[in-house]
Nanobody, 121 residues
């Protein structure tokens, strides 16, 4: 059983910073792409950023220049450093990972439970 556990959300003023973390645990053989998505009230879930196993990154246009995604493969953890936060960044942020895991040695897509980020104006 693979689990993704997020941490680091909270309330911050506009212009502030937050760092989200997401740790994967379980019978993991390898992790391919990891990423962060977000869902604001009344809106669809959208991509924020992804990072490949080789550390190639991809960002949504709305966060480019303000957000940095990184990963620690030894810890099976992905991070999202968010700076210059805006009220429109308010959303529930979800971690995602594409993981090769046991007992059947198969790739699967896994999601965290979500962490709330609220940016006040």
């Amino acid at each position: 059983q693979v689990q993704l556990v997020e941490s680091g959300g909270g309330l911050v003023q506009a212009g502030g910073s937050l760092r989200l973390s997401c740790a994967a645990s379980g019978r993991i053989f390898s992790i391919d792409v990891m990423g962060w998505y977000r869902q604001a009230p009344g809106k669809q879930r959208e991509l924020v950023a992804t990072i490949s196993s080789g550390s190639t990154t991809n960002y949504a246009d709305s966060v480019k220049g303000r957000v940095t995604i990184s990963r620690d493969n030894a810890k099976n953890t992905v991070y999202l450093q968010m700076n210059s936060l805006k009220p429109e960044d308010t959303a529930v942020y979800y971690c995602h990972a594409h993981i090769l895991s046991g007992p059947h040695y198969r790739f699967g897509d896994y999601w965290g439970q979500g962490t709330q980020v609220t940016v006040s104006s």
